[in-house]
């Protein structure tokens, strides 16, 4: 019917009809801080910002000069972001539709930033007050004690950088979110031209966002680190040494690793619930395109992208590096005052400087890739993916030369001439960890390659036959990466044994900061991974602009191909982010026994799971990560069978909705998902946090009655252990196996086995569905719950002693 109509012109062309998409708010929001900044005179703002960077500087030279270095670094890439920011803003936004589509996705995307924050701050700040009440209570160290820093000044330090941390990885989130529902409907417009100039435009915005989350991680935990260090007055007589500083910096990690957490859940129900409720309608049972404007859930979906993509991302990463970079400042600063090495503020500082060289050569990456005056049909051939391989190629050339020279400036000693150049080749093992991880997933996810093919021929026999296929890849992909981690961990470890460094007894002291060093390797061009990253979801939702607009079919082509890579570069950064959790937690875990040792006044260096009490915590640690999991797929579950109940009312209520005589209410399946998603999330989030807390405080108290003082404290370590390895390989499963599932989709969707419509597309269209929640859910919320175990222990050890 709707055809006959099309062809006698009764409905006219889709183009020509009033189109008006709901804004999901009424008016515009903007931050508060915003607000007040753009209240202020424009020569007063200036004025206020120029005392603020005198007196952070001030600060600075204060403290060392490394850290005026990194603090001038992340200010030039801050100006480096506003450029790029201009650059971006300066496209044109396409004609007045895709504006209007944009406009309802911007508005719904920071609608929900708004209250899901919100909500996330509330619980920071009661969180705060229960670390308040715990460090006013707990026992001293020596090295406290020595240095006159009573309980109260630890408590107020500590819950200061812990909201620090939350404050920094909320702006992170928001600017990830900012930048991306601002750059999709250029991009959409850019493919009408060119898909090389559409890439670059996705690549310059994800660049933007990718600065200011590293650039805030690094010069926030430099100006903590140089403020601790003027008003304590370390290294004077009677003061803190500057080795222990560190530590008082862990609250900082946790506050992002909290934020991040929740964000990451909130952001991932929300995206998936809606993703799956319009598909399963949609595609399945009507039939219709993917992100079609006749379906009722598409502009949730599409604000999904950009609140569980990007602003949970842009937390995700903020909080890795963060994590990273306190554990290794802490390992540096232990193993200098072990070896007493005479300035141990190069081994403290030495995991700023590499992140500040990260922001210099992801800046020449992001650069490298240039749009072209080629038309849309011509630069539709080229391959985003080997684009977007050639700009990580420069940047990891960049990475291994900035890498040897910061080693080589910082961590030369007259002890060992020759240990720098044995942490180079530990970074140089990160580094090239970092890119095994990112081949391995690009292996598993791209549908260039076999694995993602096998899974869409799988499709043509059926639904139950993707589903198996799925998860054998799945689970098969785990391999190589473990491999990789190992080889990695062990290589690192011994590098650092052998660089000479030795204590005051003769034994060899840098193994673990060894593998600190590779850490630092495989985070070193973070940056551009991020980058590679947020141009995911900036080009999906591209595509959901085109589809909704009734661009030509030319454009919707060049926007699925952006798509389809950009699943794969998430899918990619992902992995990356699981590698990089993997050796972090490893640190934190060295630094967590270091600290309870501290505590308990004797050593702590072994776990012995033979001892029944702590092989029972190990038991606990793996189920928390099985439960965690199964809680946040189900909480995906429950949602959309409100979208898909909301969609289906819909089509049977309003039937000129197929037809295009009657508008969809978008507006309904926002609320829904955007109040679901927000309950949803406090349950895995709270069972995250409470878990260890409550593990080790039930042990503590049973050690005391049976005389294991440390029992508690080493059944917390069996836990966090035993977490953090079933952690790795069910994020590596739920990340890759979801990626997979959905290129397989993608590469159906290229005419390939039947093409769009076909049985076998139905069922990939159902595995697509199953994966959703694995890859953008459960799996990077794993990644960020294995860190914030660590933190949080490490934070909480002494209500485990």
């Known amino acids: 019917m709707m055809i006959d109509e099309l062809e006698n012109g009764s409905l006219g062309p889709y183009q020509d009809r009033p189109r008006t998409f709901p804004n999901m708010r009424s008016k515009a929001y903007t931050p508060w801080v915003f607000r007040v900044l753009m209240g202020i005179n424009v020569r007063v703002l200036f004025v206020l910002l120029l005392l603020a960077f005198a007196a952070v500087f001030y600060v600075g030279a204060s403290t060392s000069p490394i850290v005026v270095f990194v603090l001038s670094i992340c200010i030039i890439s801050f100006l480096f972001s506003i450029y790029l920011t201009k650059w971006v ?147 004077s007589p009677g003061a803190m040494k500057v080795t222990d500083l560190p530590l008082l910096l862990v609250g900082y990690g946790f506050g992002a690793s909290f934020v991040a957490l929740f964000a990451q859940l909130g952001g991932g129900i929300y995206t998936k619930a809606a993703d799956v409720g319009a598909d399963l309608v949609g595609k399945v049972e009507q039939g219709i395109p993917e992100d079609d404007p006749r379906n009722p859930a598409v502009i949730a979906d599409l604000v999904g992208d950009n609140v569980g993509d990007c602003a949970a991302r842009g937390a995700d990463l903020f909080e890795s590096i963060a994590a990273e970079i306190i554990s290794a400042m802490i390992l540096g600063g232990s193993m200098a005052q072990r070896c007493k090495i005479e300035d141990p503020s190069g081994f403290i500082l030495f995991p700023l400087v590499v992140h500040s060289f990260d922001l210099v050569i992801s800046s020449v990456g992001v650069l490298s890739i240039r749009g072209t005056r080629d038309s849309g049909a011509k630069a539709s051939v080229e391959d985003p993916m080997a684009i977007l391989q050639k700009g990580y190629s420069v940047t990891i050339v960049l990475a291994v030369l900035t890498f040897g020279l910061s080693t080589r400036w910082l961590l030369y000693t007259e002890q060992a001439p020759s240990a720098w150049f044995n942490f180079a080749l530990c970074g140089l093992v990160g580094i090239i960890t970092a890119y095994a991880f990112v081949l391995i997933t690009k292996y598993y996810t791209d549908y260039k390659h076999e694995p993602v093919r096998t899974l869409a021929l799988a499709s043509s026999t059926g639904h139950g036959t993707n589903i198996i296929a799925g998860v054998s890849l799945g689970l098969e992909s785990t391999a190589l990466p473990v491999l990789v981690i190992s080889v990695a961990i062990i290589s690192a470890y011994w590098l650092g044994q052998t660089s000479g460094l030795v204590d005051e007894t003769g034994n060899p002291t840098g193994g673990l900061f060894g593998t600190a060093v590779a850490t630092m390797g495989m985070l070193s061009t973070a940056a551009y991974v991020l980058t590679m990253d947020m141009f995911g979801p900036i080009a999906d939702n591209a595509g959901g602009i085109v589809e909704m607009s009734q661009q030509p079919e030319s454009v919707r082509e060049i926007t699925d191909l952006l798509d389809a890579v950009g699943n794969t570069t998430k899918a990619t950064t992902k992995g990356f982010a699981i590698g990089s959790a993997a050796l972090a937690s490893f640190l934190l875990f060295s630094a967590y026994m270091d600290e309870v040792a501290t505590f308990a006044h004797e050593p702590f260096k072994q776990v012995d799971i033979a001892i029944p009490e702590v092989f029972i915590g190990g038991l606990l640690g793996s189920m928390l990560i099985f439960l965690f999991s199964a809680w946040s797929c189900s909480a995906v579950g429950r949602t959309a069978q409100e979208v898909v109940n909301e969609v289906r009312r819909q089509f049977i209520e309003r039937p000129g909705i197929m037809d295009y005589k009657e508008k969809p209410d978008y507006g309904r399946c926002v609320a829904i998902v955007a109040s679901a998603s927000l309950k949803e999330m406090i349950k895995p989030g709270a069972l995250a946090i409470v878990s260890p807390l409550a593990v080790g405080f039930l042990f503590r108290i049973l050690g005391h009655y049976t005389g294991h003082p440390l029992l508690g404290a080493k059944v917390v370590a069996a836990m966090l252990m035993f977490a953090t390895v079933s952690g790795i390989l069910m994020a590596l499963f739920l990340n890759t196996a979801g990626g997979a599932w959905d290129n397989a989709k993608k590469y159906i969707e290229t005419g390939a086995l039947g093409g769009k419509g076909s049985d076998c597309h139905k069922a990939a269209v159902t595995g697509d569905t199953v994966g959703d929640p694995f890859k953008d859910t459960a799996g990077p919320s794993l990644h960020v719950l294995i860190k914030m175990l660590a933190t949080i222990t490490l934070v909480m050890a002494p209500i485990f002693l």
């Open 89 to 235: 803003l300066s496209k044109d936004e396409g004609p007045p539709e895709m504006v209007q589509i944009s406009d309802a996705i911007r508005d719904g995307a920071e609608g929900f930033f708004r209250t899901q924050y919100g909500t996330i701050s509330k619980m920071a700040f009661l969180l705060a007050l229960v670390i308040l009440c715990i460090y006013l209570f707990r026992s001293t160290t020596p090295q406290q004690e020595s240095s006159s820093l009573g309980r109260f000044t630890s408590a107020y330090i500590t819950v200061a950088a812990f909201l620090l941390g939350a404050l920094c990885s909320g702006i992170a989130g928001y600017v990830g979110m900012w930048v991306s529902v601002r750059a999709n409907v250029r991009v959409s417009s850019a493919a009408r031209r060119s898909a090389r100039e559409a890439l670059q435009i996705a690549v310059r915005a994800g660049g933007f966002s990718a600065m200011v989350v590293v650039g805030m991680a690094v010069i926030g935990i430099a100006i903590l680190y140089a403020t601790f260090y003027v008003w304590l007055e370390v290294d």
